[in-house]
Structure formats: structure tokens, C-alpha cells
């Protein structure tokens, strides 16, 4: 029962530097999301992907880019990392409610 | 501007406590409303109330939506350690997108 898996769970990078989260889910969802989590801010919405072929903004889009693959997979790609990007990155597939979260990724920005 | 706010934004209690834990929203479109219990990674489903089911339960949790007061309450009674946690709640606010917005969560502990 893998669910969401995203790759890598911990990351550092320089600000500048370019970087891909991945997520893939095994469900046969429709939907997949991207938020990103802060002290104090719940998640927030960066990206989603009603249907595979589609992607809109959420709330917090600037600074990033998503791709989805095909089905299974949704990436989420910052092009120049700023350290105000600093956060745990959270992916969710979904049917139609709840939706599934993957373990997270956290990402630093020096 | 959709908004979903919860209070207290932390909490701590001692093992045996019941809690209340609230989660208030302004969105133009409601079409339902989660709970969801974070522990060290990804968030877990709790539970999910819409306008055909107003009250859930679940062994010592349980939750109630006010669609009148827009708003909702998860209770949990005879609080253990392992409930220990940050409950989120959010809104889901579209059934083409199923996207969510989510409140700032409290965090809970449970001291023994």
C-alpha cells in the first residue's frame, strides 16, 4: 500500500539553484495537489491538477511550475530557489474527498 | 476572499481532558468540511461533514458542523498521549476541483 510517495524527503539547497520534488500516487486518482506548509500557516494550495492534462494555480503559485506526467505523476519544480521558499512540501492525490497525502518533503533554501 | 480560521491555535491538557477544538469559515461555496489529525509527516482523514451529514463519531473523536454559524467542532474525549497532534480542518470549496482550503491547525498536547 504505497498511497502518495514523494522523492526526496529532505533537501538543502542554494539560493539560485534549481530543483524537481517529485510525487506519484498508486490510487488511480484523478486529482493531485501540491501545498506547502509553514509554522503557523496550515497548507497552503501552490498547484493542482484536476485531470490528467490539466493543471491551474492555487493560492501561492509564484516561484514554481508543476508538470503533470501522466496520471500517476504531478512534479513540482522551483526554476530559482529563494529562502523564502524554505518550507515542508506536501503532495495529495484524490478521487473525490478525502484526499491522500504523501509523507512530505522538506527543503531548506540557503 | 475564502477563509477557514480554527481556535485555540495550541492547546495543551492533561491524559483523561476532553478537548474542543473549533474551526470557523467564510467561503462563497461550501461543499464540504474535514478533519484531519497530523502527526510527524503527512496528514491522516478524520472525518468529513457536509450539509447530508452534520455529525460524525469515531470511538473518543467526534465532530459537528453548524452549517447556521458556519462552523464546526471536533471533540475529543478522555484524551491519551498518542493524541498528541496538529488537527487541521479545511473546506472543500469547489466539486470540480475538489480543492481545499485549509484553517492554521492547532496543536494539541497531551501531557500524562
Not at chain 1, 493560492?59 to 506526467?69: D, H, I, K, Q
Not at chain 1, 524554505?86 to 478525502?98: E, K, L, N, R
Not at chain 2, 461555496?29 to 482523514?45: D, G, H, I, M, V
Request: proline share 4%; net charge neutral.
Amino acid at each position: 500500500n504505497a498511497g502518495v510517495t514523494q522523492t526526496p524527503k529532505f533537501q538543502v539547497l542554494k539560493t539560485g539553484q534549481s530543483m524537481t520534488l517529485q510525487c506519484a500516487q498508486d490510487m488511480n486518482h484523478n486529482s493531485m495537489y501540491w501545498y506547502r506548509q509553514d509554522p503557523g500557516m496550515g497548507l497552503r494550495l501552490i498547484y493542482y491538477s484536476a485531470s490528467e492534462g490539466t493543471t491551474d494555480k492555487g493560492e501561492v503559485p509564484n516561484g514554481y511550475n508543476v508538470s503533470r506526467l501522466n496520471k500517476r505523476e504531478f512534479s513540482l519544480r522551483l526554476e530559482s530557489a529563494a529562502p523564502s521558499q524554505t518550507s515542508v512540501y506536501f503532495c495529495a492525490s484524490s478521487a473525490d474527498q478525502p484526499q491522500h497525502f504523501g509523507d512530505g518533503t522538506r527543503l531548506s533554501i540557503l | 476572499e475564502d477563509k477557514v480560521v480554527q481556535s485555540p491555535l495550541s492547546l495543551v491538557v492533561h491524559e483523561g481532558d476532553t478537548v474542543t477544538l473549533n474551526c470557523s469559515y467564510e467561503v462563497t461555496n461550501f461543499r464540504s468540511l474535514l478533519w484531519y489529525k497530523q502527526e510527524k509527516k503527512a496528514p491522516t482523514f478524520l472525518f468529513m461533514l457536509t450539509s447530508s451529514g452534520i455529525e460524525k463519531k469515531s470511538g473518543r473523536l467526534s465532530s459537528i458542523l453548524d452549517k447556521k454559524e458556519l462552523s464546526s467542532i471536533l471533540n475529543i474525549t478522555a484524551t491519551q498521549t498518542g493524541d498528541s497532534a496538529i488537527y487541521l480542518c479545511a473546506v472543500e470549496i469547489s466539486s470540480n476541483t475538489g480543492k481545499l482550503i485549509f484553517g492554521q491547525g492547532t496543536t494539541l498536547q497531551v501531557k500524562p
